[in-house]
């Protein structure tokens, strides 16, 4: 369980025809979530919050975060980007951002047409530690209902990992204890929600064994799993054209969201 996690009330209301709101999910407003709602339809849409990457000491908002708006809400999905808070070695601070992120969303799901149990997270690099991490730590009543995640930071294991992310978010001398519990590949159940994961096979900045460790424990779980391991494209290419393998990408994710 994420320990730290409390529950702030902001009131808020927005429509599909309005454009992309800011909102603060403190009052000291250091974390927002800019909300891009699909066109309107009849059934409530599925939602999922994005969380860019950045080693945890800083976030990449554009390419993870903002520019991925348009490709969900034309799959019909509202999309949730995260602007969470850096750990500086407590790794309870962006997690309780996320947690307040889904929380929030499922208490406006009646005013902003959203589906309330098709809210799932999406994260890359290290915002795919904290995306995985919400999957294998939430409470049951904020659990994502699918976990989304590019170019994972997964384990804590100094050997596997990657090191900014773990100094960042645990410290330079992390205990036993924290390590494993961080070690996301350890933490599935049979309750962690299906997995979309993309990653590079020559990525040099986040070690590919962190996303094959964890589908593996997905698998071991019976949990539903989809990996894709592109040859080349190193690491953090989000949604960039430059990407060469973008449109199929896109093509295999759209296809994976209208399947669960």
């Given at each position: 369980m994420?320990l730290?996690?409390?529950?702030?009330?902001?009131?808020?209301?927005?429509?599909a025809?309005?454009?992309?709101?800011d909102?603060?999910?403190?009052k000291?407003?250091?974390?927002?979530m800019r909300?891009f709602?699909?066109s309107?339809a009849k059934?409530p849409a599925?939602?999922?919050v994005?969380?860019?990457?950045?080693?945890y000491?800083?976030?990449?908002?554009?390419?993870?975060?903002?520019d991925?708006a348009?490709?969900f809400?034309?799959?019909g999905?509202?999309?949730?980007?995260?602007?969470y808070r850096?750990?500086?070695?407590?790794p309870?601070?962006?997690?309780a951002?996320?947690l307040?992120?889904?929380r929030?969303?499922?208490e406006?799901?009646a005013e902003?047409n959203?589906?309330?149990?098709?809210?799932?997270i999406?994260g890359?690099s290290a915002?795919g530690?904290?995306?995985?991490?919400?999957?294998t730590?939430?409470?049951?009543?904020?659990?994502p209902a699918?976990?989304i995640l590019?170019?994972?930071?997964i384990?804590m294991?100094?050997?596997?990992?990657?090191?900014?992310?773990?100094?960042q978010?645990?410290?330079?001398?992390?205990?036993?204890e924290?390590?494993r519990?961080y070690?996301n590949?350890?933490?599935?159940?049979d309750?962690?929600?299906p997995?979309f994961i993309?990653l590079?096979?020559?990525?040099?900045?986040?070690?590919?064994?962190?996303?094959?460790?964890?589908?593996?424990?997905l698998?071991e779980?019976?949990?539903?799993?989809?990996?894709?391991?592109?040859?080349?494209?190193g690491h953090g290419?989000?949604?960039?054209?430059?990407?060469?393998?973008?449109?199929e990408?896109?093509?295999k994710?759209?296809?994976?969201?209208?399947?669960?």
């Amino acid at each position: 369980m994420i320990l730290g996690y409390t529950l702030c009330l902001c009131g808020t209301s927005i429509s599909a025809q309005e454009p992309p709101v800011d909102i603060d999910l403190w009052k000291d407003g250091r974390a927002v979530m800019r909300v891009f709602l699909p066109s309107e339809a009849k059934q409530p849409a599925k939602a999922v919050v994005i969380c860019p990457g950045g080693g945890y000491s800083h976030l990449a908002m554009d390419h993870e975060g903002y520019d991925w708006a348009p490709f969900f809400n034309e799959q019909g999905i509202a999309a949730i980007v995260l602007k969470y808070r850096m750990p500086g070695g407590n790794p309870a601070i962006p997690a309780a951002d996320a947690l307040e992120a889904i929380r929030l969303a499922k208490e406006h799901a009646a005013e902003w047409n959203i589906n309330p149990a098709a809210i799932g997270i999406m994260g890359s690099s290290a915002g795919g530690h904290l995306a995985s991490t919400v999957a294998t730590h939430a409470p049951k009543e904020l659990c994502p209902a699918f976990q989304i995640l590019f170019y994972p930071v997964i384990t804590m294991d100094a050997k596997e990992t990657h090191r900014g992310s773990r100094n960042q978010l645990l410290g330079e001398k992390p205990t036993d204890e924290m390590v494993r519990l961080y070690s996301n590949e350890l933490q599935v159940t049979d309750n962690t929600p299906p997995a979309f994961i993309t990653l590079s096979d020559d990525d040099k900045a986040v070690p590919p064994i962190n996303a094959v460790r964890y589908y593996m424990a997905l698998k071991e779980h019976n949990i539903p799993a989809t990996m894709y391991i592109y040859p080349d494209g190193g690491h953090g290419w989000g949604i960039k054209e430059s990407f060469k393998y973008r449109k199929e990408m896109l093509m295999k994710l759209g296809k994976w969201l209208n399947s669960n």
